[in-house]
């Protein structure tokens, strides 16, 4: 079946802009997770969704991360006033089952100038 | 500071070796236990689960698992080429659906 898709693939901003980075989970999976990878870097959390509870926001680098997740299936992760820092690959996982294996889209390549 | 340490290499084996990677993680009541294989360029691969002490075997891949030492290890055998990537160790540290922590990684060579 298809897996984790995520759009746009490579996104190049400017600083200051705000920006929204698309998830849409494997059919059924009911978790998504967001992390992302700076150049060189580990992977770092930064929120999930699990059903209809509240997320886990505790990975949030600042108050201008945030995102959602509608009808328990598509997420949009948003950067608002994005800062050169925020430069990173936003990688976007899902799971299914309780033993938690989480599947990873191919990411959005963030550029911020 | 729930930690997962990875020694960056790079790893080189020859073709044919067996490569063995390894991981340590922090926090001792952490649940289960991944391994992600990621090329340069591309988003992390799911090869390895593990959530009980001892070995699991699936193909070329073993993986080990030792709670008591908060140890986790794979061995790839009969290594190719193809295996060169950095192998990425997972920790999710209370169970169910939950975040992972990640190692950095170590990087993986291996010359024919």
């Known amino acids: 079946g298809a897996g984790v898709s995520q759009s746009p693939s490579n996104k190049v901003t400017e600083k200051g802009k705000d920006v929204e980075l698309r998830c849409d989970p494997i059919?059924?999976?009911?978790?998504l997770y967001w992390y992302r990878q700076s150049l060189g870097q580990g992977l770092e959390f930064l929120i999930y969704f699990q059903g209809n509870s509240a997320p886990d926001k505790s990975g949030l680098p600042s108050d201008r991360f945030s995102a959602e997740r509608t009808g328990g299936s598509v997420s949009t992760l948003t950067i608002q006033r994005t800062q050169q820092e925020d430069s990173a690959v936003y990688l976007c996982?899902?799971?299914?089952?309780?033993?938690?294996?989480?599947?990873f889209g191919p990411g959005t390549r963030l550029t911020v100038l | 500071q729930k930690e997962v340490e990875q020694n960056s290499g790079p790893l080189s084996v020859p073709e044919g070796a067996i490569a063995s990677l390894n991981c340590t993680y922090s926090?001792?009541?952490?649940?289960?236990f991944f391994w992600y294989r990621q090329y340069s360029g591309k988003s992390p691969e799911l090869i390895m689960s593990?959530?009980?002490?001892g070995d699991k075997e699936d193909g070329r891949f073993t993986a080990q698992l030792n709670k008591a030492s908060q140890y986790v290890s794979l061995l790839i055998r009969d290594s190719q080429p193809s295996d060169s990537a950095t192998y990425l160790c997972a920790v999710n540290p209370e169970g169910g659906y939950n975040k992972l922590i990640f190692g950095a990684g170590t990087r993986l060579a291996v010359h024919p």
């Open positions: 059919s059924g999976h009911t978790a």
């Open positions: 996982a899902s799971s299914l089952a309780r033993n938690n294996e989480q599947f």
């Open positions: 593990i959530y009980s002490n």
């Open positions: 926090d001792r009541v952490s649940q289960s």
